[in-house]
């Protein structure tokens, strides 16, 4: 009788340190703040979470090279979201759950269809409730932020014409160039044409006779026009017509229809840039501060290697 009972002891003995063993591979706990723990799933979970919003806004290549520059900092984040959430609990706030579903509306807007929709939190490894889960803690998140800090923050007038005085080089819009074109495959009737704009022909007439295309462009040096462009448009006079310029296969001409020149932006013109900005940076640094306190006073230990 005792060695069937030492036999099964040992089964049980066994049995649990399988099964411990598929739970840690499974379900590892990687770190612990004050009485809740975070595992690898949770972890694993934020990360698919994240990568799920951020799906809507980025291509494939570009949401590849986002979620690596978030995830060393992932396990960081999910704590403070865990300081967060606690802190939330303890005020007893409650989310409206019509909330939650417009989120998740919101959400499934961006795929064309549900199946979509669903698919793609398949290959996260997620299903609808996972979302609801996190958006729920977001929006309580959102809610103990907006009571601890974001509705204690005021910016004052003389913040923003502080700022302004101080910054003013930052609000000159520069000198703005007005001009079309018309590009051009064939290099002999880009030189027709262009003689024939010296003539004093118009790009439109030309353009309907030739089957071209006129578009009309506004360029700021040093933005978005590419070099070559740049260097022809801001090199030409109010009503000047370029050479065709060579750009790849095609042949382009240019005329410069207006000069926009710079100017200084008035404090009025971007005073609301400026609170925005302010309380932007007043918000990072209380929440930051905020942080740092519920860090202080709290048992964390991070058990990931």
Known sequence: MLKRKNKLAFCVILWLFLF???????????????????????????TNFMRVQLMAEYKAEELEAKAQSLKSDLLERLIEDRLILQEAKKEDIKVDETRVKARI??????????TEFQKSLKQQGLVQADLELKTREQLLMYTIVDIKIKSKIVVNPKEVTDFYEKHEQEFIIPEEREFELVSINDEKLALDIYNRLKEGESFADLAKKHSLAV??????????????????VFNLKEAEISQPLKIEDKFYIFKLNNIIPSR??????????????????????KLTGWLDELKEKSYIKILQD
Do not use: W
């Open 20 to 46: 411990s063993g598929f739970c840690r591979a499974e379900d590892k706990i990687i770190a612990i703040v004050n009485k809740d723990v975070i595992t690898q799933k949770d972890l694993n979970d934020f």
């Open 105 to 114: 509306n919101e959400l499934k807007e961006r795929y064309p269809s549900d």
């Open 215 to 232: 578009n009309n462009f506004t360029g700021r040096k040093g933005a978005e026009l590419k070099q070559e462009i740049e260097d022809v």
């Open 264 to 285: 200084q932006k008035s404090l009025s013109e971007v005073q609301n840039k400026i609170h925005a900005l302010l309380f932007d940076l007043k918000m990072e640094e």
